[in-house]
């Protein structure tokens, strides 16, 4: 059983390197971040509206705390707005704005430390003061980092920067108070470099488990998705074959009392006749177990049939004439093989049951009077042909790929479109190759095979 290879992670945020992958996750995971913002918006909010009684205890002698008592207001409105804006968001499309409005909230809160912690220090007088304003400044830093990181837990890159700003701003209140004696405030500092430090690793490593485990329930719905599809397409085809066998197994049945009955009137020119058709049936037989064989190794993922080999086109053009010559000749059909220099890399056994399907479908079922089997380059690829002039698949023109095939063949019921095709459209996709029918009514149908060129010599 192969590994499953988990997509590259970013070291810091533990984001998808791969865009398409980091966008799905944000959507998966966008209800839980938003519930998460808005429970730490209203609850900060209430934090600084309680706050407001350290603004009140000081307005005598600083009248100027009004200013600030207004800011925490302010900022208590905002974040419930916020808040409530989310969660009114969480059964909606994504929309910028909500990112936006997250951006301002923390704008806003940084701006209102700002505002708070350098009022409160101006306002010491004394060294003792100033030391325990620094410290409570620096665990108001700190409770802030933890928030912010619970409310980025889908935006990684938010709260980085948020921790790094607020680490900026510490050391320029440093900077700007330039204390004579730095070992008090380095506890604070330290505390909120441990924080920050803390910070960055959770962010990261609860980024890189919820993406991987995110990766892994896609990787799981696509198997299951995969498994049931393949389910659906291996009980058309088994139905299909299954068609298919009953027709010559009954006339094998036929064919060994008729030729009974032949010998036991000496009747040797029609005994012969019987025989021939006996082989033939007898073949069709084979050809149809031993496609539904391969197939079913493939769909097993058995040893083996993976393997992709350079294969010269007019080998796989030959072998396909050489086993259906009996068939042509007994029908009077001129079966031409365009001569063909290119070569293909894909599984051999695989593109040789598609061809031989292709080609007996033609044979057996569109009247045809002549067959051509070619080769030439498309696109990077070599498409293998096989022509006919016969009266088409039906009454309307026809145009199936192997790229929807499937889809419209299990929507309901369809019209028959010959024996093999099933099969042959089935082995195409997993030999990753296309296929494409074209057929227009009385003018015969054109089936082309495209499959990888082998490099250059």
Known sequence: MSQIELPKLRLFTGMFDDAALEKDYQAATRSQSLKLAAFVASATALIWLVSISHELQII????????????????????????????????????????????????????????????????????DGLVDRFLATSFWITLTLGLVGIVNFGFPRHSLLFGLALMAWYGWLLAWFHPPDLRPYLVGGVSMLITLFILFLSVGMLGRAGRRNHFLNLVLKQAREKAERVNSVLSLLLTSTGHDARQPLFALDANAAAMRMALQREDLSLAREL????????RTVSHILTSVLELSRAERNLPGWQVREVVPVQELLDHAASQVADLVDLDGIDLRVRPSSLRVQTNPAMIDRILLNLLINAVRHSGASRILLGARKRQG?????????????????????????????????????????????????????????????????????????????
């Open 60 to 127: 005598d002698a600083f009248p100027a705390a009004i200013y600030l008592i207004a800011g925490r207001v302010i900022f208590a409105i905002v974040g419930i707005s916020a808040a409530v804006y989310w969660l009114t968001r969480l059964n909606r499309p994504e929309s910028a704005a909500g990112t936006r409005l997250l951006t301002a909230w923390m704008l806003l809160y940084f701006l209102e430390i700002a505002a708070v912690s350098t009022t409160y220090l101006s306002l010491e007088g004394t060294l």
């Open 275 to 282: 025989a021939h058709r006996q082989r033939d049936l007898t």
């Open 381 to 457: 690829r070599v498409c293998i042909g096989v022509l006919d002039n016969g009266r088409g698949l039906a009454e309307m023109p026809v145009d199936l790929s192997s790229a929807d095939f499937f889809d419209h063949r299990l929507s309901g019921p369809q019209a028959r479109s010959g024996y093999g095709l099933d099969l042959a459209f089935r082995m195409t996709q997993l030999i990753e190759a296309s296929l494409e029918i074209r057929s227009r009514p009385n003018a015969g149908v054109a089936a082309m095979v495209c499959v990888q060129e082998a490099p250059a010599r």
